[in-house]
């Protein structure tokens, strides 16, 4: 499958069974570079079935910005990606919610009240994976779920003096 034949019922090759074209759209997101990343996402999100297009997005953006999570190349292909996810509001967020993600990874400055209406899956994700006493504490207080701020509070160090 080409970029060509991704996602238009115009196509000759086009096929009208939605997992069928899931399936290829995975394929085709698995070997694409970054330079053709964002003309394939572009197509793919033009796709009749949304829901369907913007998992296969999603998807893509979830395998690629965690391998570039601390990577110097991720501002270059985040920007690359933010034209073309614009149009799906749940990859739009996705692709931002990366972007905090790193922040907080790297220690760069990011926002509390940003992280606090952000998803469950980022929220989870901080809660289950960081070891920032900040984001641990942001969450501990104000996550969006019990299950979120439980996490978060039995990650957080033990006050001095207390015998957990």
């Given at each position: 499958?080409?970029?060509g034949d991704a996602a238009s019922a115009d196509d000759p090759?086009?096929?009208?069974?939605?997992?069928v074209r899931f399936a290829r759209y995975r394929e085709v997101f698995d070997k694409v570079s970054d330079e053709d990343a964002a003309a394939l996402v572009t197509r793919v999100l033009t796709d009749p079935d949304a829901g369907m297009a913007n998992s296969a997005v999603c998807e893509y953006l979830d395998r690629r910005a965690?391998?570039?999570?601390t990577d110097p190349g991720y501002?270059?292909?985040?920007?690359?990606?933010t034209g073309p996810v614009a149009v799906d509001d749940f990859s739009a967020r996705?692709?931002?919610e990366w972007t905090l993600l790193r922040a907080m990874?790297?220690?760069d400055p990011w926002d509390a009240e940003t992280l606090l209406v952000a998803s469950n899956w980022?929220?989870?994700r901080s809660a289950e994976e960081s070891s920032a006493v900040t984001i641990?504490?942001?969450l501990a207080e104000g996550g969006r779920t019990r299950r979120i701020r439980n996490i978060a509070r039995s990650r957080l160090p033990a006050p001095a003096g207390d015998a957990r």
């Amino acid at each position: 499958m080409t970029l060509g034949d991704a996602a238009s019922a115009d196509d000759p090759d086009w096929e009208p069974d939605e997992h069928v074209r899931f399936a290829r759209y995975r394929e085709v997101f698995d070997k694409v570079s970054d330079e053709d990343a964002a003309a394939l996402v572009t197509r793919v999100l033009t796709d009749p079935d949304a829901g369907m297009a913007n998992s296969a997005v999603c998807e893509y953006l979830d395998r690629r910005a965690a391998e570039l999570l601390t990577d110097p190349g991720y501002p270059s292909w985040c920007r690359e990606l933010t034209g073309p996810v614009a149009v799906d509001d749940f990859s739009a967020r996705r692709l931002r919610e990366w972007t905090l993600l790193r922040a907080m990874t790297l220690g760069d400055p990011w926002d509390a009240e940003t992280l606090l209406v952000a998803s469950n899956w980022l929220q989870l994700r901080s809660a289950e994976e960081s070891s920032a006493v900040t984001i641990l504490a942001t969450l501990a207080e104000g996550g969006r779920t019990r299950r979120i701020r439980n996490i978060a509070r039995s990650r957080l160090p033990a006050p001095a003096g207390d015998a957990r």
